[in-house]
């Protein structure tokens, strides 16, 4: 029979290669959690990043096109044929935003999809409406011998343009800037969801911080 040290000699060694086992275990499980968390917060101040810019054009838009016009009756026909200027990221990366689904907060998942389909639609009014402006109500002014800046009376330049013309101007108009100021409020309201969002699932890790100027939004 097996003498006593030498039990308990084996009995050591077996708990010296669990142990080990056990700890590089752990090690591995708590890497692993922190390249997760890592990619996780990444994917969110990315997302954070994206809502800032897209506010961001559209807030410039605002500024530039919409107030100068804002109220005004004719706002629907001066209002500058322009395109927003887009640089930096405009969409989400819906795969590494999943993370979302999985914890108590998947709601902010749909809110941020919601909010770059909105800013689509906004972009895609603000194409559609200065397309008409170059397109049509240029061109028809120039035939009718209207040099650019010339002032007319609105009525005379509603049948210049057209009837049909001038109430796609109109529905779009109104729509375009009722979208952008909901946009840049909903925007916000979506960058402060998925902030909280975050600071509940990793509380120790840090997210991005930006300042949303909010004094012109309606």
Do not use: C
Not at 90 to 112: C, D, N, R
Not at 150 to 159: D, F, I, K, W
């Amino acid at each position: 029979m097996p003498e006593l040290k030498d039990l308990l000699s084996a009995v050591v060694t077996l708990l010296a290669t669990f142990t080990g086992a056990w700890a590089a275990f752990a090690f591995e499980r708590s890497r692993r959690r922190d390249d997760e968390e890592t990619r996780n917060v990444g994917a969110a101040n990315r997302a954070l990043y994206t809502l800032f810019n897209l506010w961001n054009v559209l807030e410039q838009f605002r500024k530039s096109v919409i107030e100068p016009h804002r109220g005004k009756r004719d706002a629907w026909l001066n209002l500058a044929a322009t395109l927003p200027t887009k640089s930096g990221l405009a969409t989400f990366e819906a795969g590494e935003l999943a993370f979302l689904l999985q914890t108590p907060h998947a709601s902010v998942y749909a809110t941020l999809m919601l909010e770059e389909q909105r800013f689509a639609s906004a972009i895609s009014l603000i194409e559609t409406r200065s397309s008409i402006v170059l397109n049509d109500v240029f061109r028809a002014l120039a035939q009718a011998g209207v040099m650019v800046g010339a002032a007319r009376p609105e009525a005379e330049v509603e049948q210049i343009i057209g009837i049909d013309t001038t109430r796609k101007l109109k529905v779009i108009t109104d729509s375009l800037i009722k979208n952008i100021d909901e946009d840049l409020l909903s925007i916000v309201a979506a960058y402060e969801e998925l902030q909280k969002s975050m600071k509940i699932i990793y509380p120790e890790r840090k997210l991005i911080q930006v300042h949303f100027g909010l004094e012109g939004a309606k």
